[in-house]
C-alpha cells in the first residue's frame, strides 16, 4: 500500500488540497457581519425635541386644572358632588314668584306645543306676548329669537311655531287640533 501511496503522491496531494478548500468555504470564509439595528431616542434627535418632552412632562395634568363646582370641597365624595348639583337644580327650578307682565291683549303663549313656563317667562321678557307676533316672523326674526333663547335656540323652527301661532291667531282650533293635537 505505500507503493501505492508514494506512486500517487499528486493525486493524494489533490486530494489534500480540494478537502481543504472544501472545508474552508464551509466554515473558514469570511460570512457579512449581521445587519445591527439602530435604536433612537428622543435625545439621538436633538436638543430642542428633549426640551420640548421635558416641557410636556413637567407640564400640570389635565386633572389638575379641573376646578370643582362653588361650595364643594377639593376631597368631596360623590355624594357632596351630587346634592350640590341636586341643590343647585332645586334653585334654578324654584317658581318665580310673580310672573312676568304681559301688555294688555297678550295670549297664553303656553298653548303653543314646545312653550313651557320657562320659554313663555322668556319670550315675555324678549317683548313676544302674541299670537299675531310670532304669526309674522320672518326667518330672519326666528333667527335673532334663537340667538336670545340660550339652551332653547331652534326651538321655533323644530316645533312650528309660527304655523302654530297662525292656527291659535285665526281662532281654527280644529285645524290647529289635526296639526298638532288637543290644544
Do not use: H
Request: proline share 6%; aromatic share 6%.
Amino acid at each position: 500500500m505505500l507503493q501505492s501511496l508514494e506512486a500517487n503522491q499528486i493525486l493524494l496531494a489533490g486530494i489534500v488540497l480540494l478537502v481543504a478548500f472544501v472545508v474552508w468555504w464551509v466554515w473558514g470564509r469570511a460570512r457579512p457581519a449581521p445587519k445591527r439595528r439602530e435604536y433612537t431616542d428622543v435625545l439621538s434627535d436633538g436638543a430642542e425635541k428633549a426640551a420640548r418632552n421635558m416641557a410636556l412632562i413637567d407640564a400640570p395634568s389635565a386633572a389638575a386644572l379641573v376646578t370643582p363646582p362653588p361650595g364643594v370641597g377639593t376631597m368631596a365624595g360623590i355624594g357632596e358632588v351630587v346634592a350640590a348639583a341636586a341643590a343647585e337644580e332645586v334653585v334654578e327650578a324654584a317658581p318665580v314668584s310673580a310672573p312676568a307682565p304681559t301688555p294688555q291683549g297678550g295670549d297664553d303663549l303656553g298653548r303653543i306645543k314646545g312653550v313651557g313656563p320657562k320659554l313663555k317667562a322668556l319670550l315675555a321678557s324678549l317683548g313676544v306676548t302674541s299670537y299675531a307676533q310670532i304669526a309674522a316672523w320672518t326667518d330672519e326674526d326666528i333667527a335673532k329669537i334663537d340667538a336670545q333663547l340660550g339652551t332653547f335656540a331652534g326651538r321655533a323652527t323644530r316645533d312650528n311655531w309660527v304655523e302654530q301661532a297662525k292656527l291659535l291667531a285665526s281662532g281654527d282650533t280644529a285645524a290647529y287640533e289635526a296639526r298638532f293635537g288637543k290644544v
